[in-house]
Antibody, heavy 120, light 110 residues
């Protein structure tokens, strides 16, 4: 059974940077599209961005609020997914989940999430 | 952008009773391949979301058959035939036709 474990969350001041990691196991990671979803405190789910598998081009796509500030990357040799977050804003505060993105099932495997707090 | 609108935003249901949640999209979610990119998730308190239904009406592995999805085009419904205590949480619909977007969530209480 697939497992995703996020790490790297923490406290950061506005304008700062943070890199989140997601360790994958039990899945065909190199063939998987991967997605980040976030959830502000007490709010709903918000899609952050997606990276395709390298065999499908390895391209990325981002939600408008994070485009130009966030970057998703992957290391298939380590089965790791990353989210580099720059120029952080208070409204980026929340729990960040990594998920697999199956062509049929959608976002089918989720990690437990890692918490990012942006505050002065 | 495709906007997803759920109703109601909250509902309280007695155990054993049915429940229904609606989800409307601002554009048709029908793809050129004939599939419809509409999914349902349940987020239990303190837990990450879990997939219930994919492509409108298909139950994901391990999901009880009391959950069912239906709809087409821009209007979709999630039904629970008999609510159980473990169903407490927030239900979200999600579209994946044009990037991804979620409904606001529907909180189910027992």
């Amino acid at each position: 059974e697939g497992q995703l474990v996020e790490s790297g969350g923490g406290f950061v001041k506005p304008g700062g940077s943070l890199r989140l990691s997601c360790a994958a196991s039990g899945i065909a990671f190199s063939n998987s599209w991967m997605t980040w979803v976030r959830q502000a405190p007490g709010k709903g789910l918000e899609w952050v961005g997606r990276i395709k598998s390298k065999i499908d081009g390895g391209t990325t796509d981002y939600a408008a609020p994070v485009k130009g500030r966030f970057a998703i990357s992957r290391d298939d040799s380590k089965t790791m997914l990353y989210l580099q977050m720059n120029s952080l804003k208070i409204e980026d505060t929340g729990v960040y989940y990594c998920t697999t993105d199956d062509w049929e099932y959608g976002l089918d495997v989720w990690g437990q999430g890692t918490t990012v707090t942006v505050s002065s | 952008d495709i906007v997803m609108t759920q109703t109601p935003l909250s509902l309280s249901v007695a155990p054993g009773q049915p429940a229904s949640i609606s989800c409307k999209s601002s554009q048709s979610l029908l793809n050129s391949d004939g599939e419809t990119s509409l999914y349902w998730y349940l987020q239990r308190p303190g837990q990450p979301p879990q997939l219930l239904i994919y492509e409108v009406s298909n139950r994901f592995s391990g999901v009880p058959d009391r959950f069912s999805g239906s709809g087409s085009g821009t209007y979709f419904t999630l039904k629970i035939s008999r609510v159980e205590a473990e169903d407490v949480g927030v239900f979200y619909c999600m579209q994946r036709k044009q990037q991804y977007s979620f409904g606001q969530g529907t909180k189910l209480e027992i």
